[in-house]
């Protein structure tokens, strides 16, 4: 029997590098707003997991967090920099998984930069709390799968294939090298 992927009529993969990937990065993550942070990955055990949300995705493609210095994430980090990002922003695309270094920083202008005031949930002493730390992920690759045209395209390419007996979806998805 043939795999799903060689009865699709049209292209549903395509892989993404460089300026490409970025942009498909900053697109699905925005998307998503949030994701699960995902440390301790080379260890052997159960890795680690937290959601967790980006303050800012520069034109890089970099990653930039705000996290507490006594956190376990962070003594994670400090002994594993792998970290893997896994993002989800709709029930049927919007998929994003990223895997990549992580490094962490006290620089306090950047601190400043990424800070917003609901952080204060976490970090009570507001912006000049010592316990604010910047964590910089860079990814360096992952895999995604989205819709080419949008849900509404991708609902009636399925709903048109379920009428007829056959595969037809808007589905896109590949590896992203950075």
């Given at each position: 029997?043939?795999?799903?992927?060689?009865?699709?009529?049209?292209?549903?993969?395509?892989?993404?590098?460089?300026q490409a990937a970025i942009e498909k990065i900053k697109e699905l993550a925005k998307k998503a707003e949030s994701c699960f942070f995902c440390t301790r990955i080379q260890s052997g055990s159960p890795f680690e997991t937290r959601p967790m949300s980006p303050q800012k995705i520069d034109d890089s493609g970099i990653?930039?967090?705000?996290?507490?210095?006594?956190?376990?994430?962070?003594?994670?980090?400090?002994?594993?920099?792998?970290?893997?990002?896994?993002?989800?922003?709709?029930?049927?695309?919007?998929?994003?998984?990223?895997?990549?270094?992580?490094?962490?920083?006290?620089?306090?202008?950047?601190?400043?930069?990424?800070?917003?005031?609901?952080?204060?949930?976490?970090?009570?002493?507001?912006?000049?709390?010592?316990?604010?730390?910047?964590?910089?992920?860079?990814?360096?690759?992952?895999?995604?799968?989205?819709?080419?045209?949008?849900?509404?395209?991708?609902?009636?390419?399925?709903?048109?294939?379920?009428?007829?007996?056959?595969?037809?979806?808007?589905?896109?998805?590949?590896?992203?090298?950075?």
């Open positions: 029997m043939d795999s799903i992927n060689q009865q699709q009529p049209e292209e549903n993969r395509r892989d993404l590098n460089d990653f930039w967090f705000l996290s507490a210095s006594d956190s376990h994430k962070n003594a994670e980090i400090q002994n594993d920099e792998k970290v893997q990002l896994l993002f989800q922003g709709g029930p049927h695309s919007d998929f994003l998984n990223l895997y990549g270094k992580a490094s962490i920083s006290t620089d306090k202008a950047l601190i400043k930069e990424l800070w917003d005031p609901i952080l204060k949930v976490w970090f009570t002493a507001g912006i000049d709390d010592p316990r604010i730390t910047v964590i910089r992920f860079e990814p360096e690759e992952g895999y995604y799968w989205d819709t080419k045209h949008g849900t509404a395209v991708a609902f009636i390419k399925q709903l048109a294939g379920a009428a007829i007996g056959k595969t037809i979806d808007d589905s896109i998805e590949g590896e992203i090298k950075v």
